[in-house]
């Protein structure tokens, strides 16, 4: 079967940047390198400003496309939001590639306001997962109320004005109650989890949504790399909270900040042979070829090939 990908080449892909009017400021890749001080500035001005301007490109067409269904019509309905979806492994880097890509866009003046959003609000609480037998299976599909995830997607692409979504917290483990996170018209919102381009069952084996997650996105980005990386990005992940986030009296895994190294590699090992690492495999990793554009990263999250699926 042929490819529906056009595959670029790392040296291709740093090419197209010539064809991106905006350059970027000290300042703005100051406030880049705040996002994730690992993050190389060559890697934003090589790979990910390109796909700024591929993705304003296909903002910018949608755009034009309203103004001329809503002249067709003869009404003024105000725009609804392009909505970018953003999917791959744990520790892949989503959430890097989201944050980056959000600052990126914003600088465009068609779509100043970029809103984002990540799956893990929409995990049901501890105290369903427990009643479930599912907490060993947080990021697993049915760990999820997908039908809620759809339904504020929805809403969002229908124009509602504020739109609440719930709000995980990695610190507490567990979803806050009555905080939300509003999202108000933006021009842009990014959907990211690793969930995103899955389309669930139920018990029975049928749809479990009418729609599915994915057919809310204008784009779809999947962050791809070998699993023995994702797998050394994970383990060195969790080393690193041992300094931050599990030193918190708050966190849920404050007894994991006086592991030793070899004590702390064992038990991300663990958790990646357990839950992620099959996670992916099962669940993750079959929904990639749905996605319009896969970023594939090699050694230190450098993009090695970007795939564009033709429209
Ligand atoms: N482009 C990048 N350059 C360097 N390090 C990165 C990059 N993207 C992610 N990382 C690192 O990889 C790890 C996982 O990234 P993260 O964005 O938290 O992943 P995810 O959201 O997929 O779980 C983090 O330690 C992060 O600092
Ligand atoms: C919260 C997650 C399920 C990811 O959520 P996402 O925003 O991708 O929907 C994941 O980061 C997680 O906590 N997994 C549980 C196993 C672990 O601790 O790695």
Redesign the pocket.
Known sequence: MASPYVTFSREQWRGLRASTPLTISDEELACLQGLNEKLSLTEVADIYLPLSRLLNLHVGATQELYQATHTFLGNLEKKVPFIIGIAGS?AVG?STTARILQTLLSRWPNHPKVDLV???G??YPNRILEERGLMKR??FPE??NTRRLVSFLSDVKSGVSEVAAPV?S?LV?DIVPDEWQIVREPDILIV????VLQTPLDENQRRLTEVFVSDFFDFSIYVDAQEDLIKKW?IDRFKLLRQTAFSDPASYFKRYASLSDTEATQVATS?WNE??GINLRKNILPTRGRARLILEKGEDHMIQKVKLRRL
């Open positions: 744990v989503k990540t799956t893990d929409f995990l947080k990021g760990s999820y995980y990695h483990y990211e989890g690793l969930n994970y958790i839950i992620n």
